[in-house]
């Protein structure tokens, strides 16, 4: 833009010096011809020729001037563009260059505190350790190459001028149970063993693979615009000879996204806002860990406010606030005489929305984040018969980084028919005959659960995680109402789950797992069984 301003002034000074030339050889031509005597025809016609031909030259000049000035005006359009798709492009990279930023960071520190060690240690140490730290150095070299090569790969095309982003995982599962479960890949419950069974299994699937889009729209009003699926092929299996290993695909998530500096609107269907985090596993990634062990969760289609209140530098308070769709936790209804039309189940009867709300704390800690937050659920459910129900949830959720290596999250709830959200086993309401009947009442079950997790990184590649949950239905519900209105079982009374796990990651698309769970169910008969489950998993991430 500097160059084309100089370009344009440099011809506009020598436009005015030209003209300036040309209108002083006009007068002094005058001039002349008014001392000596009159002149021949033939040198009048010369000087008029000539001062014709200057006028043309000056106008000349002032055409160029103005296609300059034209030139100009367009380079400062396509600089302005080109900053705006700038700005764009920094926003869209910054996560990946933040981390890569803390991962150098991180990386430089650890080569200080190594060469100190050098300095310090005998000679006869000296080489051993050196040698140990380039073989460290190495590796860490590869793991941020891995990174910088995901941020320069080859863009999805999308039939709008906006990116596209595809990412997933292809996870191979290879597991072994000792008991009898629910679920022989994704074991949630215990069961006894019954006559004739073998009292274990084993198997393998690909089920638990992800695929997921991810699309960056334009500037809408301040906000920016972004739109996420994810999808998997953990829906079921189509009833053919071997169709256990021919998953269905399934909706996980979808949403829609507008982001301001500090607020955001978010709709679509989502993970349960109020109740955010989940224990780390991938052996339960198609369902999250310690489902019906304390954890609520769902994907349910909602509305939602997001907005950010900046404390300090490192902290900051999120509130949030929505509806959702009133889930139940019921097999879904059809109408009768037809598979493809939906019915309304309870929480649908009651014609209104559930409602939620979560403030969360967060400050940086160790370098990581620390939140702390606290949520709200209640929901209305019609069973007919003027049969209403109130449900309600309340819940806590924490993650608490304890060191640069070790951290603890959990989660804690106490609610009433919350089956929708995979409480009390998915049972929301029972009752005392058959529900069918007028005179039958219903009862909300009351329930109680969570989970704790610690976790512990020595390295960027390593990861071990520890965790248990438990989730309680009270006993005196279940004792009094001993008939249910969901896939649960109503004599199930409480349920324990607890795993360990290893991941190694040595790459960022490449990733070996191996989790061990073991499961303990009660009745309300005071009985229990309890299950083994082994899991041993690969994974490649795009």
């Known amino acids: 833009m500097s160059l084309c301003k100089k370009r344009c002034f440099d011809g506009l000074r020598w436009a005015i010096v030209v003209s300036v030339m040309a209108w002083n050889a006009v007068g ?3 001039q002349t011809a008014n001392r000596s005597e009159p002149p021949t025809s033939m040198s009048a016609d010369s000087v008029n020729d000539s001062v014709r031909e200057l006028r043309e030259q000056v106008r000349e000049l002032q055409a160029a001037v103005v296609e300059m000035r034209s030139d100009w005006q367009r380079s400062r359009e396509e600089t302005a563009q080109l900053r705006r798709e700038l700005e764009q492009f920094r926003a869209g990279t910054a996560p990946q260059n933040a981390m890569l930023k803390d991962a150098a960071t991180q990386n430089a520190a650890s080569n200080l505190t190594a060469e100190r060690d050098l300095q310090n240690d005998p000679p006869q140490d000296q080489e051993e350790k050196k040698r140990a730290h380039s073989a460290s150095l190495e590796e860490e070299y590869q793991l941020l190459s891995g990174k910088i090569d995901d941020q320069y790969q080859t863009k999805v095309e999308s039939a709008s001028k906006y990116r596209v982003r595809l990412s997933g995982i292809v996870l191979t599962n290879f597991f072994s149970n000792q008991g009898v479960v629910d679920s022989i890949d994704l074991p949630t419950l215990s069961y006894p063993r019954p006559p004739g069974d073998s009292g274990g299994s084993f198997g393998a699937t690909l089920r638990q693979s ?11 009003a301040g906000a920016r615009t972004r739109a996420d699926l994810q999808l998997d092929l953990a829906g079921g299996f189509p009833s053919v000879p071997d169709g256990t290993a021919f998953g269905y695909m399934r909706l996980r998530t979808a ?14 269907q989502d993970t349960l806002f109020f109740s955010p985090n989940s224990p780390t596993s991938f052996a339960t990634l198609a369902i999250p860990a310690l489902t019906y062990a304390g954890n609520l969760w769902s994907w349910v289609p909602q509305i939602r406010v997001e907005h950010k209140v900046t404390l300090s530098d490192n902290s900051s308070l999120l509130f949030q606030g929505g509806i959702l769709d009133p889930l139940s936790g019921e097999v879904p209804g059809t109408t009768p ?45 019609d069973y007919g018969f003027n049969r209403d129900v109130d449900g309600w949830a309340g819940m806590a959720d924490l993650e608490l980084p304890l060191s640069h290596q070790f951290s603890l999250s959990g989660k804690f709830y106490r609610g009433r028919a919350v089956g929708g959200l995979y409480g009390a086993f998915g049972e929301s309401v ?15 079950l009351d329930s109680v659960g969570g989970w704790g997790q610690l976790k512990f990184r020595p390295l960027a590649k390593w990861e071990f995680n520890a965790a248990f ?30 795993f360990v796990n290893m991941i190694y990651r040595p790459r960022s698309d490449l ?6 769970r073991h499961l303990t169910t009660f009745t309300t008969t005071g009985s229990s069984s309890s299950a083994g489950h082994l899991n041993l998993m690969m994974g490649v991430l795009f």
Do not use: K
């Open 28 to 30: 002094i031509a005058q």
């Open 210 to 220: 992800q695929i997921g889009f991810e699309a960056f729209g334009p500037t809408v």
């Open 255 to 268: 949403t829609m996204r507008m982001d301001w500096t500090n607020t955001s609107v978010v709709v679509g």
């Open 337 to 381: 005489g037809s598979d493809y039309y939906r019915a309304a189940g309870p929480g649908e009867m009651s014609r209104q929305p559930a409602y939620a709300t979560r403030i969360a704390f967060t400050q940086n800690v160790f370098g990581q984040p620390l939140h702390i937050g606290a949520g709200g659920y209640y929901s209305r459910q």
């Open 430 to 444: 029972l009752f005392d005959g058959d529900p069918t009947q007028a005179s039958t009442q219903v009862q909300a």
């Open 469 to 498: 949950g438990m989730d309680n239905a009270y006993a005196s519900d279940l004792r009094y109402f001993p008939y249910v209105v969901s896939y649960g079982d109503p004599t199930l009374a409480r349920n324990q789950t607890g």
């Open 511 to 516: 990733l070996f797992s191996a989790e061990y």
